[in-house]
C-alpha cells in the first residue's frame, strides 16, 4: 500500500515518523528520570531528580505506546492495499496529533508555548515534529501532494 503514496507523505509516513516513534520508545528506557524532567523542562543533565515509581510507570507505558504505534504504522502502511483503510488511520492520527500538541502547549502555558526559542528536543518533538506530522497527513488527505497512484489489477487466469 505504502507505495501508492505520493512520495513525500510515503517518506514521512513509512520511514520518518516509525523512526521518531523508535525513538519514543527507546527514551523513556534508556532514562526515565530524564524523560520525565524533560517533559516540559529543560534539565540539567548532570542533576536530573529521581522519579517515583508511579512516574516511571507512566513514563514505561507512553514508551509501549510509542512502541505499539510504530507497529501498527509499519502493519497498517506495509500490508494493507486499501486505501480507506489508510486514509481512516491517517485520519486517527490527526485527531490523535491535535490532542497531544493541545495538552503539551496546556501544560507547557501561554507564554512557554509561544517562546520557541527555550523549548527542549522533547517539546519540539511534542509541538514542533507533531504539528508538521498533522499538517503533512493534512495536505495528504485534502490531496495536495497529488493522488494516490493506482495500482495495476492483476487479473486471474481461470485453469
Not at 502555558?109 to 497527513?137: E, H
Request: glycine letters at 8%; hydrophobic letters at 45%.
Amino acid at each position: 500500500m505504502a507505495s501508492q503514496l505520493p512520495a513525500f507523505p510515503r517518506t514521512i509516513f513509512t520511514i520518518v515518523e516509525p523512526i521518531s516513534l523508535v525513538g519514543g520508545f527507546l527514551g523513556p528506557f534508556i532514562n526515565p528520570d530524564w524523560f520525565i524532567a524533560s517533559q516540559l523542562d529543560n534539565p540539567d543533565v548532570s542533576h536530573v531528580p529521581q522519579s517515583d515509581n508511579n512516574a516511571r510507570t507512566v513514563v514505561y507505558q507512553l514508551g509501549n505506546v510509542y512502541a505499539l504505534l510504530f507497529l501498527l504504522g509499519v502493519t497498517i502502511l506495509h500490508t494493507t492495499s486499501e486505501l480507506k483503510v489508510v486514509r481512516n488511520y491517517l485520519i486517527c492520527l490527526g485527531i490523535a496529533d491535535i490532542s497531544h500538541v493541545g495538552v503539551t502547549c496546556w501544560m507547557l502555558g501561554f507564554d512557554r508555548t509561544l517562546d520557541v526559542g527555550s523549548w527542549n528536543a522533547v517539546t519540539w518533538g511534542n509541538v514542533g515534529f507533531t504539528v508538521f506530522l498533522c499538517l503533512t497527513r493534512t495536505a495528504y488527505l485534502l490531496g495536495l501532494f497529488g493522488p494516490d497512484r493506482q495500482v495495476a489489477a492483476v487479473s486471474k487466469k481461470k485453469a
